[in-house]
């Protein structure tokens, strides 16, 4: 991919010209938000591909409670500002907790929905400025009134971590909006939006988050075959510092004695370390090119769009299109038959403190599961693993289903961060999470696999499995309860999964070594699946 020329389609948008334009305007005058706005943040770009866990949770709860929970104003300051949308919701609401009749408050209750949706697009075109607290808590927990809660509930909120002090990937709806409207983070993939191909300042953008990704997938190379040479220097000082080590002949202090035998083995070994470190070294030299190359794409691109700073500005479409990807992707965790109702309230809120999908919650459970399915958040690129963890949106639904909105990024394959959904007020907030992993899992192999996915690794081998089993229902669906049970049963020792199934899983979903060794011991079934393992290893075939 790198061989020291530049990208051609990068080439041939460079070669032509003109900068491309796009609709000028500014991201306050469009937004017509009185509240200043601040300056987009871009850590999130880069992946550090270095990292290879979660953080430690080391603070799950503010010591002292935040007031904003408290203000006797908070409704008010939640609806002002709104124009219609918000007086709309506030009659329907009011009707809506008055009447008595079960089939008026049923009628009532859809309305609210429809109408606070349609209030929280206006709601978030605010996000990318400063948002009060009374809006931001809005648009966190969907949050409109806070004595709707308990006493208990609103001190429980009010104790939450509000900044991402950890750093990951995980985000609120205030900060995600807030993200995609000031460019930070691309609008979420829809069939609908088709931007990209009419926008030349767009495909501008699209082409440097493609160059990105190989520049990242480049230096990731580097790093690791420099740290393979090290290695190799290493053993290499070790050898010849155990070949030259003498001792004095007897009788003849001034003169040494001869090598011995395991000195001599040594410089054997010494040949093939130097015949290895001049491969390493001319693999380096070329992975140093391609990076440099790729580096310099991203310059020369990134200048470009520099220079289009002054055309290329948030147009308050980003926002709004992403409020209408946000209610698909509530209604995806809720399902169906699910609670659809929007704001938060005792009557539907049954979570305790380690139940509530706030961040720390979640980065919690991520990190678990992480520790059991060690590869999990990898993706393979120049036959390498890249941990990779996908961008977490928490919805402020009573849902209990996590999705995977994309795998990875369409334009960036290499180093992009795919894009989950999960539901804030679930049941089970574990196997939320789970249904999300197991359906991030499914689709990135699926898309690894391309056309040969019903024949190639994780989705071929199930596939066959299941056509063999003559199973019937959704596959993926299928999938995803298989995956939940290899996480909570399997990796216990307690065998629920088809045996020819276990097998699958165990060679293309490997559990961490650490859980391989403890079920080694609890059944034949893992012992001979871990003997095949080291089988595989013995004969380089894994």
Known sequence: MFQGDMDPEIAALLGGG?????TSGNVSALLDDPFESDDAKSEEAEIDLTVGSFPEITKRYESVSNPAFSDPNFYKGALSGEGDSAQRVHNILQKYVGTKDPKDKGVYRQQVTTAFWDFMVNVARKAPGKLPDHKKYLLRFFMLHPTFLTTEHRELF??????????????YLDEWYKAVGTGVIRNSATDEVRIAKNNAAVKLQQ??????????????????????RISLERHLADRVKNATEHYPLSGLSDINACYTEPQKKHFADIQEIVKNLLRTDRELEMFTRDYYQAEEDVRTLASKVDEDVGTVEVDVRAVDTEAETIRQMAKMTIGRQGNHFPILT??????????????????????KIESIDQEVFCRSYKNRLNRIVPFVVLIPSYGDIGVCWEPFDRFNRATSRGRIALPMYPKSLFIAILSAVADLRWQVAKEKASYYWMEEGLTGNYYQWFQKMKLKGDLKETFIEDYITWITKESEGIQKLDKELRGVFWRHMPFAQSVKEKLRDRSYAYQDLYQRDLNRAMSDGY
């Open 158 to 171: 009010a104790k939450f971590v509000i900044e991402n002090e950890l750093n990951q990937p995980v985000y």
């Open 18 to 22: 003109s900068a491309p334009t796009a």
């Open 346 to 367: 005792s009557e539907y809120f049954r979570c305790g403190p380690n139940d509530v999908g706030n961040r720390e919650n979640v980065i919690n459970i991520l990190s």
């Open 207 to 228: 082409l440097l988050d493609k160059a990105a990704g190989k520049r990242d997938g480049a230096r990731n190379l580097l790093r690791a075959k420099d740290s393979e």
